[in-house]
C-alpha cells in the first residue's frame, strides 16, 4: 500500500509543474510602470521592497476602485493577496467578481477551487471549478497542474467517510484516469515531467486503481458523483 502525503504532494509537485507549464494568469496588465500596481502585483517598488501583505491589499483596492483597465487584473491579485492571508470569504467573493468578468478565464476557476475548498473544508465542491478549469484550457497549452490538482482531490474526496461507494469508485475512476492524462501528454512530450514526477504520478495511479479494486461492489441505489 502506497502511503500519500496528498497535501504536501500537492505543494510540493505543483510548484514545478506550474513553472514547467509557463503558467498564464490570463488577466491583462497594462501599467506596469505604475507604483501602485507594482505594490500590489509585486509588495515592492525600486524605493521600498518590504511592503506588508495588507499593504498589497490596499494598493490593489485602490486600483480596483478606479475602474479602469488593470481593476481586473487588481482584483485577481487581491483575491490572490487575500488567500495568502487566509482570508477565505473576502478571496471568494473576489473570484465571483472576477468570473462574472471573465467567465471563461481558467486561472480563476483554478484559484477558486482552492478558496472553495478551504472554505468547505471538502473537495466535493472544488472539484467542480477545478474541472471549469480543465474544460476552458486550450488542449494546445496544457496545464498539468489543474489535471493533477483533480486527481488528488477525487483521490482524497474518495477516502472521505461521507462518499458512498459508487461515488468513491467513480471518484477513484477519474483519478486514474487524469493520471493517465499526464502520462500521456508528457509521452507525446506536450509537458516535461521529470522522472520523479512521473513516477508519482504512476503511484497516484496505482493508489487509486488499489482503492478502487479494494472497494465491494457498487450499490445500485446509490448516485454516484457528477463531475
Avoid at 475548498?117 to 480543465?134: E, P, V
Wanted: include cysteine.
Amino acid at each position: 500500500m502506497i502511503k500519500i502525503n496528498y497535501h504536501f504532494t500537492l505543494s510540493v509537485f505543483l510548484a514545478t509543474l506550474i513553472a514547467q507549464s509557463g503558467h498564464a494568469l490570463d488577466i491583462a496588465i497594462t501599467g506596469d510602470e505604475d507604483p501602485i500596481l507594482r505594490i500590489c502585483i509585486e509588495g515592492e517598488t525600486p524605493e521600498r521592497t518590504d511592503f506588508s501583505l495588507a499593504e498589497q491589499i490596499d494598493a490593489c483596492t485602490a486600483l480596483v476602485e478606479q475602474d479602469n483597465a488593470d481593476a481586473p487584473g487588481a482584483l485577481f491579485f487581491r483575491a490572490i493577496h487575500f488567500q495568502e492571508g487566509q482570508q477565505w470569504e473576502n478571496a471568494l467573493e473576489d473570484w465571483n467578481r472576477l468570473i462574472e468578468l471573465t467567465p471563461n478565464n481558467p486561472s480563476v476557476w483554478c484559484y477558486r477551487s482552492k478558496t472553495v475548498r478551504n472554505l468547505t473544508g471538502t473537495d466535493r465542491y472544488a472539484i467542480r471549478d477545478i474541472t471549469r478549469a480543465i474544460e476552458l484550457t486550450d488542449p494546445a497549452r496544457p496545464r498539468p497542474h489543474y489535471i493533477l490538482t483533480r486527481a488528488l482531490m477525487a483521490i482524497e474526496l474518495a477516502i472521505a467517510d461521507t462518499s458512498a461507494q459508487n461515488e468513491k469508485k467513480t471518484l477513484l475512476q477519474h483519478a486514474a484516469s487524469d493520471t493517465q492524462q499526464l502520462l500521456l501528454l508528457d509521452d507525446k512530450k506536450k509537458i516535461g515531467l521529470t522522472s520523479a514526477q512521473r513516477q508519482l504520478v504512476l503511484d497516484l495511479q496505482a493508489e487509486a486503481k488499489r482503492r478502487r479494486a479494494a472497494l465491494p461492489p457498487a450499490d445500485k441505489n446509490q448516485n454516484a458523483i457528477d463531475r
